[in-house]
Structures are given as C-alpha cells and as structure tokens.
C-alpha cells in the first residue's frame, strides 16, 4: 500500500510492461481498487465500534501482513534481510501505527465518508514534503493555490461557523486523521531512501506485519486488552474485519500490484478522486451518514485539491 492514499493506500509500484492484459482483468482490477478500498472506511468503522481500534488495526495489518509474507516465500522468494527489515520497521511506524492507528481511532468519532475524505489530503501533504524535506520539487502558482484548496474544504467540514447543515465533525477526530495524512506523507516521501526488499509485495507485506506487531504492543500500552471479551463481539464487527483483512489489504493489494505492473502510475492513481467518492456513497446509503451541503461542498474542494496536485508537472528545482 504506497500512495496511495485511503483509503487502502498502497506501498510500492511496478513498472508496466509491454504485454497487453485481458480487458476483463484490468477492468475487475480496477473495480476493486475503487470500490474495494473505498468501502474499506465503513468496514473499519463498523469494526471500531465494537473492538477497540489499535487491536482492530493489529489484527487486520499482523494477519494480512503473514499471508503476504508467506506467499512470497512460497514463491520462492527470501525473507528481508537485516538493514531491510529495519527500513521496514521504520516505515510501518510512520504508516500503520501513525497513520492507520490514528484513522481506526478517529473512526469512533467521525464518519467514515468523512474520514476517506480527509485522508484525500495526503497528496498536498506529499507535495509539501517534497518541497521542504527533498527539495524535489518547488512551491508554484499552481500548486499553493491546490493546497489552499484543499485546506479550505478540511476547513467547511470542520468549521462551526459555516451553516451548510449538518454538524461539523469531531474536532479531535480531524486533528487525529490529519496527523495521519502528514504521517503518511512523510513515510511516503522520506521511504525512497531507504534499503526495502525488491520484491514489491515482500516489502508491503514485511512493513505490514512489522506494523502489525507494533500495533499490538500499542494496543496493550493503552490498555485495550483490559475488558475486551472476544466472545461479546458481534458477528457484524467479525466479518467487517475479515472483509479488511482479506478484501482490503490482501486482496485490493493484489489487484494495484498487478495493474501498476500493466498500467500506467496516472491512471492507477485515479483512484484517490474515486475512493473518497466511493466512501462518501457507501456511508450514505449502508452506513446511515449525513450527506448534506457541508460534506458535499468540503468533499469537492478537497477533490478538485487532488486532481490539481497529482496531475501537475513537476518544476525543477535548479
């Protein structure tokens, strides 16, 4: 999972090549990087109600992280080495137990369309990044005036004063999902320097688990574990998290490896302006969440935000 952003967010790319696919397959590869991912918040919130949200995470992140990690081994392939899994490490903390941790918590207190929403962010966030850690890249016309768009619908989705209808959301909340998107962003960025497997789906599955274990400690140093009864869990929280397991990480992972391999990075990346959309819808309808002028107007600027960020060209620096 790399950015990627929420939603499912994904770690690493492939290059394309030359052969071309089965239509049926890179259309069923789409649909779930779309739909798949996008419906992932309102599994994560149905989880987070009954199952407190740093062990939720563990679970989902440890069990998906082993089964990539054993399948690649199968395959034939070697575990990471030391320096690898360091990296690994690293990287988990920042995406997994930063960003993921913060999103599965604030999902107690903000809808879960809103929630994808916010994590639209991270590419202003990456852009941001690129100017002030790597130097990469250089604050244009263009590029402020995305960020300040997309800032203004964080700031509709989060301000008191604005009547648009419906309630603002949680404050704590907001300020929990955009520390996750600054976590992510500075992963994201500051990662292309580090030592990772080669193996694309080896590396997503060693930071997933390594993040999954990091997870459980963080869970058991906030004292989840105290009165937590598996058995009082219903079978709707059950199967949310099979869903995420299985569908959002193992499966929806799958499928973005394999189109980043025989398609082009731009459109795979479509998916950020879909996932949002994708989890604002779903929540409407299945999950009972509020779809007023306010979600509506603070969803578009941070769309239009997105779309201007991932399709810009990039300056040089020098």
């Known amino acids: 999972m790399l950015i990627h952003c929420s939603q499912e967010r994904p770690l690493a790319t492939q290059t394309p090549t030359s052969a071309p696919p089965a239509t049926w397959k890179t259309l069923l590869s789409f649909a779930i990087i779309y739909f798949v991912w996008g419906s992932t918040f309102l599994a994560i919130r ?35 080495s030391r320096r690898e899994w360091m990296s690994a490490t690293l ?9 993921y941790g913060a999103l599965f918590w604030a999902e107690q207190r903000v809808p879960s369309g809103i929630a994808a929403v916010m994590l639209a962010t991270i590419p202003g966030f990456m852009a941001l990044s690129e100017i002030l850690i790597l130097r990469t890249q250089r604050l244009t016309a263009r590029l402020g005036l995305s960020l300040l768009i997309g800032l203004g619908g964080v700031a ?25 998107s600054v976590s992510w962003s500075v992963a994201s960025v500051g990662g292309r320097k580090l030592t990772l497997p080669a193996s694309k789906v080896m590396s997503s599955g060693a930071q997933m688990l390594a993040g999954g274990v990091m997870l459980i400690f963080a869970s058991a140093v906030f004292g989840e574990f105290k009165g937590f009864k598996p058995a009082a869990v219903s079978r709707e929280a059950w199967l949310a998290l099979l869903y995420l397991i299985v569908f959002g990480s193992i499966i929806g ?33 299945l999950g009972g969440e ?29």
Not at 68 to 73: R, S
Not at 161 to 180: V, Y
Not at 293 to 306: D, F, K, M, Y
């Open 156 to 180: 509709v989705l989060m301000s008191h004063s604005f009547n648009a209808g419906g309630a603002p959301i949680d404050t704590k909340g907001a300020m929990a999902l955009l520390c996750a």
């Open 253 to 285: 992972f799958t499928a973005y490896v394999w189109l980043m391999h025989h398609q082009s990075p731009t459109k795979v990346g479509t998916y950020a302006y879909v996932n949002p959309v994708v989890a604002v819808i779903v929540g409407y309808f």
């Open 290 to 318: 509020a779809l007023g002028l306010r979600t509506i107007a603070g969803t578009l600027c941070v769309l239009v935000s997105v779309m201007i960020v991932t399709t810009a060209r990039k300056p040089s620096t020098s």
């Open 91 to 99: 990287l988990a903390f920042f995406i997994f137990v930063m960003d």
């Open 46 to 80: 149905v989880g987070v109600h009954e199952v407190p949200p740093l062990l939720l995470a563990a679970m989902r992140f440890s069990a998906a992280g082993l089964a990539l990690v054993l399948w690649m081994l199968a395959r034939g392939e070697h575990l990471p």
